[in-house]
């Protein structure tokens, strides 16, 4: 069964900083995608990167980066540069291949505090 | 590119009484996903659906809880005789089909609906 686990409840940064926010995940299928998504205050949610598991390289859209350590079933956000308009709620989700291919489910998210 | 969207914003009931929410999901999205997000907590999913048909609906809570997409576009998440553990926010959640190979691609969220059953 899917399973995505995130451990940190809330994260307290200085601004400009760097940032990693954990995310374990459990699957049975050899196939499956890994997402990163924003809450914001406002109760938005939006897509900010994806890790494909078949891929080797660590996925990087501006300063989000992903550090994909497949053996352990880690996904881990790395937030480069923090600034004030990053904090919000960070949900690791995943979504299997066929036939659980259209099922995604989220972690519990990670609280992320930019102080100036 | 207009976004999902959602209504009501916000609904308050009381106990016993029913609801239906309504969601608009992007042109071209076949994947329609309904998640319940209680108060400081991730999104946990209800039912999803391809086009017109149900995937899978097994995590709805109970028989109360039911929905539809009647022409694989718009839908409708309706609860009956509410209860007050079903306060939180219910999002609707759009993906375009899978790629070649089974690629995969990202939900779009709309804004939510906030529940409050007294």
């Known amino acids: 069964a899917q399973k995505v686990t995130q451990t940190q409840t809330s994260i307290s940064v200085m601004e400009k900083t760097t940032v990693t926010m954990d995310c374990v995940y459990e699957?049975?299928?050899?196939?499956?995608?890994l997402f990163w998504y924003k809450q914001t205050a406002s109760g938005e949610i939006v897509f900010l990167i994806r890790?494909?598991?078949?891929?080797?390289e660590n996925a990087t859209v501006g300063h989000y980066s992903l550090n994909f350590q497949k053996p352990k079933s880690s996904i881990g956000l790395i937030i480069t540069a923090t600034q004030i308009e990053d904090s919000a709620v960070y949900f690791c989700?995943?979504?299997?291949?066929?036939?659980?291919?259209?099922?995604?489910?989220f972690g519990k998210g990670t609280h992320l505090h930019v102080l100036p | 590119e207009a976004g999902v969207t959602q209504s009501p914003r916000y609904a308050v009931l009381q106990e016993g009484q029913a609801v239906s929410f309504w969601c608009d999901p992007i042109?071209?999205?076949?994947?329609l996903y309904w998640y319940q997000q209680p108060r400081d907590q991730g999104p946990q999913l209800l039912v999803y659906?391809?086009?017109?048909?149900?995937?899978?609906n097994s995590q709805l809570p109970s028989d109360r809880f039911s929905a539809v997409r009647p022409k694989g576009t718009n839908s409708t998440l309706k609860i009956q005789s509410a209860k007050q553990g079903d306060t939180a926010t219910y999002l609707c959640?759009?993906?375009?089909?899978?790629?070649?190979?089974?690629?995969?691609?990202?939900?779009?969220f709309g804004p939510g609906t906030r529940l409050t059953v007294l």
């Open positions: 699957t049975q299928d050899s196939s499956y995608f």
């Open positions: 659906f391809r086009d017109e048909a149900v995937i899978d």
């Open positions: 890790q494909d598991s078949y891929k080797k």
């Open positions: 989700a995943m979504r299997e291949g066929p036939p659980n291919a259209y099922k995604v489910i």
């Open positions: 042109s071209g999205h076949d994947t």
């Open positions: 959640a759009s993906s375009y089909p899978l790629g070649l190979g089974g690629a995969s691609y990202e939900q779009y």
